[in-house]
């Protein structure tokens, strides 16, 4: 019987189709790629295959993550998420997991998420959701603009909401192998910090107090990278000022 996994997705079942169904409908899903997590503190004793941590991760011993499997398709996961999702709970101390799945193993992403939700316990422990996809325009403009430094101050001028949600909020990683250690621990160390990362070549990452929230932050993002394409070269000398930037967040975030 697969109990802690079907109490879990009766409690977080919804939301997660919802989201898997909107990252399909916007083209940021395709084939397998993305995967999502949420992090939870009720006494779920998940029964399954248990797993050495190849990274020990104290901090969460005892956490569960509701996260999707290798492989699994966002389409899937909004159509059938008990099939494409698992319940993951580490013990011994952060030395070890198990897994509760019907569908298949954790994904491949799983070094970032544990990684991650490692920084968020200490930083702030209200978030309990990450996300990935891949949108469409940030990828792009995360392969034209070689200083990666630049693309976050780009973004935040497209608009005002951009401004609000992105400005200091949001950092960029050069390329890193997916699914890697290295991946998941330049990600945790961005997190310390910012609610947003962007993937180079790869997609974007984000956390959130649930998993639309971590979404408004992508969504905003992706529109400002479209916007930014559009203007060209031109997204360098264009956009809102540094002041209307500042008056915005004198404004809205006093």
Known sequence: MQEALTEALAKHGAEIKQVSGILVSRGW?????????????????????EMELRVHRPELNGVSLLLTIAGSRMRDVAAKPHDNLCLVKVTEGGTKCVVESTGGKVTSEFPSHLATHGTLVATRPEHKAFLHTHPTYLMALSHLIMAKSEIPKILERMFPEAALALADNLKVLPYIMAGSEGLGKATANAFQEVCGVIWSGHGMVASGKDLSSALDLI?????????????????????????HVRAIWEKFKS
């Open 29 to 49: 899903a395709e084939s397998n790629g993305g995967n999502l997590s949420i992090r939870m503190e009720e006494p779920w004793d998940p029964t399954g295959e």
């Open 219 to 243: 969504e905003t993002a992706e529109k400002a990278a479209q916007i930014a394409i559009l203007l060209g070269p031109k997204m360098y000398s264009t956009g809102l000022s540094a002041d």
